[in-house]
């Protein structure tokens, strides 16, 4: 079977075999046809619709090393910082304001704020009837719980890539098999759930990547991004 007709299989019953997968990644020569099939695919569910957000990068420090990242610990270039409470609570504001409806809070990894002041902060933005978006790395099931009793919504914990070897290498000192259980504890604890991949990457394979979106398709993501 050409990588043509997987696609078209994709397109109509959104489900592939692996080597499916596989077939349509490592085939150059239906990008065009591949790109037109999933326009149409948007289309039929989401229309010509784009959901806006209001992103607050509420700090840049990270305790994580990870090597494509421009926040890493080790980037000593980098001018760190950590946004006062109340300037956060403000951009909030602000953003309701102006009509967004989801707010994304977004930082490194890190303890730069702890649970009281993380509970407070999503507990006084959910006053403006928003929805709260998370997006702050790796932490344990009972802060995730916290901060869904607090009113976050959404959490945003990109995998990067399913491959043991290749997360390892890009991520010292950091579990793939712990990023896998943050993802289980977000989903149990009713959090819509977000994940994804880096493309591109060193030593990386259509068949890598076919196992990749084979995960992403079996987890049942809500948010998925790719980059």
């Known amino acids: 079977m050409s990588s043509l007709k ?3 299989t ?3 019953e959104h489900n592939c075999s692996l080597y499916g997968l596989e077939k349509i990644i490592a085939d150059p020569s ?3 046809y591949l790109f037109a099939k999933a326009h149409e695919v948007r289309k039929r569910y989401v229309k010509s619709k784009v959901h806006l957000k209001a992103l607050i990068e509420i700090s840049n420090i990270c305790t ?3 090597y494509y990242c421009g ?3 080790k980037n000593k270039t980098l001018n760190r910082y950590k946004m006062p409470v109340d300037e956060i609570l403000s951009l909030a504001s602000e953003a309701a304001q102006s009509g967004y409806k ?3 809070l977004q930082s490194g990894q890190s303890d730069a704020y702890n649970d009281e002041q993380m509970c407070f902060i999503i507990s006084q933005i959910k006053k403006l009837d928003v929805q ?10 009972s802060q995730y719980k916290a901060y869904k009793l607090a009113g976050a919504n959404r959490y945003l914990l990109r995998i990067e890539t399913t491959n043991r070897a290749l997360y390892k290498a890009l991520h010292p000192n950091m579990s793939l098999r712990r990023r896998m259980q943050c993802l289980k504890d977000l989903q149990e ?3 819509e759930t977000g994940s994804g991949l880096l493309v591109g990457l060193p030593n990386s394979s259509a068949k890598i990547l076919a196992r990749d979106l084979a995960f992403l398709k079996r987890n049942n993501f809500d948010m998925i991004g790719v980059g």
Not at 133 to 140: F, I, N, V
């Open 10 to 12: 994709l397109a109509s």
């Open 6 to 8: 997987f696609i078209d």
């Open 189 to 191: 604890l009713g959090y």
């Open 71 to 73: 926040l890493r610990a």
């Open 132 to 141: 709260i978006t998370l997006s702050l790395g790796e932490k344990t099931r």
């Open 64 to 66: 994580q090393t990870c």
């Open 102 to 104: 989801t707010i994304v």
């Open 30 to 32: 239906n990008e065009e």
